[in-house]
């Protein structure tokens, strides 16, 4: 079974999201065969690639949102992230571009593509954890160089490949499937091309989704007695329902 | 996912046409689903069986275009050709009638009507080489049976079908179907008899009409905590949109 997940880095949410996904995974009984795809998406392509304010400077005198609203939405979402096991701390997040963590995901996908396997989730757990909880600079080539080797990747193809832009039309070809489906925020899950569940839902509900797929993918075979096709009793034996025993 | 193409041999963007779909059909995911359809479409009925002269003569004899503007046209369309990895070759290009060539295009559709694989993209494939860039008569029957035995038809059957005319009907069908969409120009493709694009437009595009009629025919099922339906939080859970977090 397919999961495709589209989502951004610079996006309390996805990482929130990320965790809640997985915690309904980790308890689905067919999650060896399930396989997971990370897709990119930007909020907000037009972030500066580097900003010295904080985010709250930049939400409030860039987005004009009122600088308290801003301050008590991230201690909403510091509570909630805090739930789900991570640390988020607002104060020290490094504002800026999410295009070249994007393209270092999608050269992260190349290696599984040729045989690796979970780079592509380390590199989008590390680029999350890197600006939501370590303020670290995602926009940076050093930071990415670090957090590429640490999930396997060789610098040198790191540092190759974002400099020729060698992953830009797989960011670009995300982003225009993404519009396609008619995704207008993220996270965005969608299950073997045809469940979707939008948002950082409770684990229950990606739970409820995984099984509603999967037995979707894999009917239940049904086991009647040949003969009793051309019963009257047709193929299904006696039984009780809501309306008493047959 | 059907996808219906109209197509004439002595027409370069076709050719140019075809490879940039092509590179758009093996980046889509669901590209195993997706049934191609050559149809049949003559730019230029009236051109004779045989003319001993150049393209660039035809076109400026014939048909009384500049002949600078000829030579001109066919640079540009060689420089773009060659981009997409063909090597077209106007001066050896010989003039000729596309009716036969369509005639065994549509043999080789019959073939694979009844099982066969890939007849039909291989005949259409070779004939577009055969005229832009191995300057053969794709009017003369030696050349028509050379192109279709290598595609698995056999000999005897493409000459028995061309002398009887067998697939005249067929062709024409196709091109009063193409006069019924409104086509005026070829290329052209229609996904799922619904979404049309004119012209080599780039794989980009061809990728997001794939998409757009991928995802229509196949409709997300969104999966949304029931509670939630009647909440005033609506459907979603907590994602993080263009115009900030929820």
């Not at 996904?21 to 308890?27: M, W």
């Not at 972030?47 to 904080?54: K, N, Q, R, S």
């Not at 832009?165 to 670009?172: E, F, N």
Request: charge should be negative; proline fraction near 4%.
């Amino acid at each position: 079974m397919n999961v495709d997940i589209w989502s951004d880095i610079a996006c309390p949410w996805c990482f929130i999201g990320k965790r809640r996904f997985e915690k309904a995974l980790s308890g689905f009984p067919h999650r060896d065969q399930v396989t997971v795809t990370w897709h990119s998406y930007q909020l907000d392509p037009s972030l500066p690639e580097h900003y010295d304010g904080t985010e709250l400077e930049y939400l409030s005198e860039r987005k004009g949102m009122p600088a308290d609203r801003v301050a008590q939405m991230f201690a909403q979402v510091t509570q909630v992230a805090a739930d789900e096991g991570l640390h988020y701390d607002f104060g020290s997040i490094v504002v800026a571009n999410s295009q070249s963590g994007h393209e270092l995901l999608h050269l992260a996908k190349a290696k599984d593509a040729e045989g690796a396997r979970g780079t592509a989730d380390a590199v989008k757990e590390a680029l999350l954890s890197a600006h939501f909880e370590h303020g670290e600079d995602i926009g940076s080539r050093e930071v990415l160089v670090r957090l590429g080797t640490a999930a396997g990747l060789d610098a040198g193809e790191i540092t190759a490949a974002l400099d020729a832009g060698t992953y830009r039309d797989s960011v670009a070809a995300d982003i225009r499937q993404a519009q396609a489906i008619g995704i207008q925020g993220v996270p965005f899950f969608v299950l073997d091309s045809k469940y979707g569940v939008s948002g950082a839902q409770p684990p229950e509900l990606f739970a409820q989704a995984l099984e509603t797929a999967w037995r979707e993918a894999n009917p239940l075979v049904m086991v009647s007695p040949a003969a009793a096709a051309t019963d009257d009793e047709g193929l299904d034996g006696a039984a009780c329902g809501p309306d008493g025993c047959a």
